[in-house]
């Protein structure tokens, strides 16, 4: 059987591709996939629910080597044009909620997986279920497929090497190889991950939770902030997670590897040192025969508070009238840049996305690799990665939209 297009990768960007390539044209499509049933990633999103979008879409929610490219492929294919061919195409109905995050009605991953699936049965795809792809290879006609399956075009959406057990175990990086020059491939990291710190007073909070604005430095001597995030943060025994934390792992991650030692500011009173200071003083006055951890346990919870004062030496002050104007600096500084250094991360099992992969400067605006006509890259196996909230299934509804628009040119 020789195919017009086989596609390698049955997760949320394949199966995206597939239906996109057959909403327009009847032709002769497969779909591979080592495992034994399709979207089995995609299952999991969301817990369980699948935050397919988000109606605040911007390249600087990425990472990525190429902004103005991401720009492009975000507009072209944005998240209502996907939400319509969910609703026009595929009949899955969404929802909103009030955060601008995107769901299918049903609340439920299992719709979407299903409703690809079935289209793609409706439309007579071919499933190669249970295949590991160990190599593509050109031929005269296309491609040949571990030897044996012929294609005039191939598209790669093997994922990323997260959540290894879902399949995208970072086979882009041998798949393309054959394909590939220097520069064209960033190497894999895990992102949306748990990040592990160096000061070990936090763990006996583990467990404990606050809402928090968070910046995250070069080193600790550096002001040079790499990302910055809010919202609740959850101390573990190893370090700090918490969709906040998540969102800015990536950027800790990378600037790890290039040698760097990243500290996490975390302002636990969401506000600046000028106006935190008036709030601790304040509390201070007002309960003067007060321990200050008794003073002061209005602003930040109290086991985190414990740590703040031991950090600055201060759990042994009776009265919160005894504390020296210096006293309330280090306090009020602690407070709003409580200090973690960031030592690692979970791994690549406990990571949503990846960050690495194909550069997207290595591919035209149809997610064709620029050295190999008929070769087309979408979704995670591309050095593009968001955070948190529908930003990585969006990136992949768009970039399968591209590679079946490119798939489709190629074989006219
Ligand atoms: C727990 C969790 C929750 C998430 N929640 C969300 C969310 O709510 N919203 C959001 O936007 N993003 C979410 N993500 C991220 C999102 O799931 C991924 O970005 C997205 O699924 C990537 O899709 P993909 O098609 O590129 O890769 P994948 O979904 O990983 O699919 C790749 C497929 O290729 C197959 N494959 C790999 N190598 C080979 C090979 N050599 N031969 C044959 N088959 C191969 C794999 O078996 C797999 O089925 C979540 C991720 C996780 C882990």
């Given at each position: 059987m020789r195919y017009d297009v086989l596609i390698i990768g049955a997760g949320a960007s394949g199966l995206y591709c597939a239906c996109r390539i057959l909403s327009e044209s009847g032709v002769r499509l497969g779909i591979i996939d080592?495992?034994?049933?399709?979207?089995k990633k995609l299952l999991m999103t969301g817990a369980g629910r699948c935050n397919l979008t988000n109606y605040d879409m911007d390249p600087r929610y990425y990472m990525t080597d190429s902004p103005e490219m991401l720009a492009g492929l975000l507009r072209r294919h944005d998240e209502n044009a996907a939400l319509a061919f969910f609703r026009d195409e595929l009949g899955v109905l969404t929802a909103e909620r009030d955060d601008g995050l995107c769901y299918p009605a049903t609340f439920r991953a299992d719709t979407v997986v299903n409703a690809m699936r079935n289209y793609l049965i409706d439309n007579d795809a071919d499933f190669i279920l249970n295949t590991q792809v160990c190599s593509i290879s050109r031929d005269d006609g296309g491609f040949t497929v571990n030897g044996s399956l012929h294609s005039k075009t191939i598209v790669i959406a093997v994922g990323g090497a997260s959540y290894s057990l879902t399949g995208s175990n970072g086979s882009i990086i041998k798949l393309a190889a054959p394909f590939t020059g220097r520069g064209d491939l960033a190497p894999l990291y895990p992102a949306l991950v748990p990040l592990k710190t160096l000061e070990k007073d936090i763990t006996s909070i583990s467990g404990a939770r606050a809402y928090c604005d968070l910046k995250l430095y070069e080193d600790r001597r550096s002001d040079k902030v790499l990302a910055e995030s809010s919202g609740e943060i959850l101390f573990t025994k190893y370090g700090v997670s918490g969709i906040c934390v998540l969102d800015v792992s990536g950027y800790a991650v990378r600037a790890m590897a290039e040698g760097k030692r990243p500290v996490l500011s975390v302002n636990l009173l969401k506000m600046s040192f000028p106006k935190a200071r008036i709030e601790v003083e304040t509390n201070l006055l007002n309960f003067p025969d007060r321990s200050p951890s008794q003073a002061l346990n209005g602003l930040v919870r109290d086991d985190i508070l414990a740590i703040i004062l031991d950090r600055i030496n201060?759990?042994?002050?009776?009265?919160?009238?005894?504390?020296s104007r210096t006293d309330i600096d280090n306090i009020t500084e602690c407070m709003t840049s409580f200090k973690l250094t960031i030592t690692g991360s979970l791994s690549f099992d406990n990571a949503q996305v990846t960050n690495?992969?194909?550069?997207?400067?290595?591919?035209?605006d149809q997610m064709e690799l620029k050295s190999t006509r008929g070769l087309f890259i979408c979704g995670e196996a591309l050095n593009c990665n968001g955070i948190c909230g529908g930003y990585n299934l969006q990136f992949c509804w768009s970039s399968a939209s591209a590679a079946a628009r490119g798939v489709l040119s190629c074989l006219n």
């Open positions: 080592s495992n034994d049933s399709v979207g201060l759990t042994e002050v009776r009265h919160a009238s005894d504390l690495g992969g194909i550069m997207l400067s290595s591919v035209n």
